[in-house]
């Protein structure tokens, strides 16, 4: 029986940083408020309706673009992507913040820098939905 020295094995090296992915899953992860609820109501003019006026008084469904061909593929990335956004956002920001910390000494300037706004992006995702605008905006919508 043959005993082979440690540097003769053949070890698969992966390298597992990624950190243009990590910032593209949380720009991903924002997307439904941006394209589902936010653009809406400010392409809409609803952000400008007489101080006294409930945001109910106008339908989500008939304004843009939900009124569009596309507006079943958006009502959909926004039934899917709004309730679970914030577990997304949440899951890159710690791993972002996990392969910053695991990689320290190897991890380039750059790469550091794409993780941090990477968490950066993830933790404002879920830090908007505390504003009283996120409140606003979910309630119409899910109204």
Partial sequence: MAVMRPEARSVAHVDRRRPGLAVLVALLAAAPYAVCLALPYYVNGVHQRPAGE???????????????????????????????????SGG????????????????????????????AIGVATIAWLATPMANELLTWFWD
């Fill in 92 to 119: 890159v920001a710690m791993w972002s913040l996990f392969m910053v910390w695991a990689w320290r000494r190897e991890l380039t300037l750059r790469e550091v820098a794409l993780y941090v706004v990477a968490a």
């Fill in 54 to 88: 409930t945001i109910y008084a106008y339908d989500l469904g008939a304004m843009w673009p939900y009124d569009t061909p596309l507006g079943g593929v958006v009502g959909f990335v926004a039934v899917v992507g709004v309730p679970t956004a914030p577990f997304v």
